[in-house]
């Protein structure tokens, strides 16, 4: 199919200003066949953002609102089990996309034959105002690595593929963190290693003060859930450093020996960083 319909799907709690312009960096792309499945989480303030959507009068953008809050993960899901494109990806309603976003893995999709899904490098913007996306600093991804990727999500939070592979995966909602790291790494098993796009095309926006949807504080909780899940997969190094970074998210001192056990090359320069105040 040389014009397939992309579904994106987008979850939003409480940030109706921010969500208005991320459906703003969608209606900019320079492909023009998508359809966006927008879910509200029961949003205490959601009149504005409704509007939009209503006066709008584009009919590839659908917004629903829930009566109860179910969670990122759920809303999430409920986006995906919408989703009637043939390829399909997600936007973060604090985040935008450069015009290009679509068309640029688009020019890529032949790779998803052999690749789980495709990922791109990002701008930030810490609150500065800028002109153009490419004056903002670049958070360039890592080449994948499955040894890295073991040790730490080097994706990000947004990938692009085949929309029944998401549907097949979906979010677990049991995790209350690295959810996004979780069903990479699923599919990242189901389905081959990933393709990685050079070209920034997103935006992520930080330090806005709004309310993170997925703010939890049973960080640590959700993180250890997801260490469990998937610990048979990790060698002894990445056990190590899934092992510190969960210490890390307790800020929990290690012992003497707890550190000696957990130490490696790469642990002990997050841990020299850590005292550097890095």
Known sequence: ??????????????????????????LRQD???????IVDDCSSSYEQLQRFVEELGDARVR??????NSGACSVRNQAISQATGELIT???????WTPNRLS??????????THAFLYANDYVCEGQVYSQPASLPLYPKSPF???LFYKRNIIGNQVFTY?????ACLFDTTLAAAQDYDIFLRMVVEYGQPWKVEEATQILHVNHGEMQITKSPKKFAGYFHFYRKHKDKFDRASKKYQLFTLYQIRNKRMSLRTLLALLSVRNTK?????????
């Not at 987008?10 to 960096?25: D, E, F, G, V, Y």
Request: hydrophobic content about 40%; overall charge positive.
């Open 1 to 26: 199919m040389n014009n397939p319909l992309i579904s994106i799907y987008m979850p939003t709690w409480n940030r109706q200003q921010l969500a208005i312009r991320a459906i703003k960096s969608v």
């Open 31 to 37: 492909y023009e066949h998508w359809e966006m499945l």
């Open 63 to 68: 917004y629903t609102r829930n009566d109860f």
């Open 90 to 96: 997600g936007i973060d309603d604090d985040d935008e």
């Open 104 to 113: 640029v893995f688009l020019e890529h999709k032949h790779q998803l034959v």
């Open 145 to 147: 690595s499955l040894k």
């Open 163 to 167: 929309a029944s592979r998401f549907k």
């Open 270 to 278: 997050r841990l020299a960083d850590g005292l550097r105040g890095k």
